[in-house]
């Protein structure tokens, strides 16, 4: 005679398996999922892609989001938030606004490169050194600072520049890509511009600048930091270990820029990560 019940039984931890094996799995999944969120900057489009590039190398897989620097703070700090990591937090002075707002609620993970400055930049055929000189200038320069987004950091370290000076300038919003064009436009036609400038930028390797000395100190000196939501670390070890080893020098960081600038981000990040294999994979 056939046992319903045991038969029950069976099916039901036959079920229970199943189901805890399910859940098991996905959990897996999901520790192997990772989203980058990033802001349009040379240096930040290019470490995030590098990342995405490294980390499905070991069959994560990983999805990068383009947002403003605050809507990324923002998002991170958010109990259920669609993104895990950002790594170019300008801190402890660029960023600050944004840390001072949200900070309670992320996780400063580690540094990846140390000595990040901005400021305002020139040519270096052009023959002024300081901020002070601008406004004797003003013709030369058309009254402009060519600035980028708005949200950036130094858009608003600017804005207290133009401020504290008594700058006679105008900033003008544009977007990092935007900038280098018109600085290359300017060199190659040998005319004057100024515009909001930071290192690392492949900008430095690609033409002769200068920074405008800043007698105010306006512009700070920042560390490149890789901030996370809460419990990114203890839901994705593996990928939390990757973004807290993950660390460049200027000379590393520049030819990761370069080759992301002349071959494309995805193609750039996997030349370089492909000629850099064992420095990338010692993150892991």
Known sequence: MI????????????AMVFGLGSCNSQKGNDALKVTILYPNWSEGIAMSHLAKVALE????EVELINLEPG????ELSKENSKGDVFLDAWLPHTHAPYWEDYGDDLVMMGKIFEGGTTGLVVPS??????IEEL???KEQFDGEIIGIGSGAGIHAATLRAIDEYELDFEQIT?????????????????SWIVATGWKPHYKWANFDLKYLEDPKGVYPTDYIGVVSRKGFEEDKPEAARFFKNFKLSEEQLYALMDAVDKNGEEAGAKAWYKANKALVDGWK
């Open 3 to 14: 046992n319903l019940k045991k038969i029950s039984g069976l099916l039901l931890a036959a």
């Open 57 to 60: 190398a070991d069959s994560f």
């Open 71 to 74: 809507l990324i703070f923002g």
């Open 125 to 130: 055929y052009v023959p002024i050194n300081s």
């Open 135 to 137: 406004n004797a200038h």
């Open 174 to 190: 544009s977007s990092g890509p935007a900038m280098v064009a018109s600085i290359q436009r300017a060199v190659r036609d040998e």
